[in-house]
């Protein structure tokens, strides 16, 4: 295999991984913000608000506990934590290749 090609997995694993981690810490990011009851009508938190929303949408309403910050955690945190192990679970298995 050339040095080159190697290379290029290496960038394309990196490039995975910093995705993979931004979208944990927007999700974080809004369930930080709904713990701190942040300001919705900010600009910043209703962009990350929109941003989670979507990037949680496959597991929206997986969880409805009755306590409102445990949904939350649950519904926007195991989406983060499914992101980061699927990242680099990919990013490895390509600097590996």
Known sequence: MSRHAHN?????AKVIVVIADLTAVIL???????????????DL????????????GWSHDLFTMDTDWVR???????PAVVY?????AVAARLRRA
């Open 8 to 12: 290029g997995r290496s960038e394309a």
């Open 28 to 42: 974080g990011l809004w369930i930080l913000f709904v713990l701190l009851d942040a300001n919705r009508a900010n």
């Open 45 to 56: 938190v209703s962009w990350v608000q929109a941003a989670a929303a979507w990037l949680a």
């Open 72 to 78: 939350t955690v649950l519904n926007y945190g195991l």
């Open 84 to 88: 980061v192990l699927l990242g680099h």
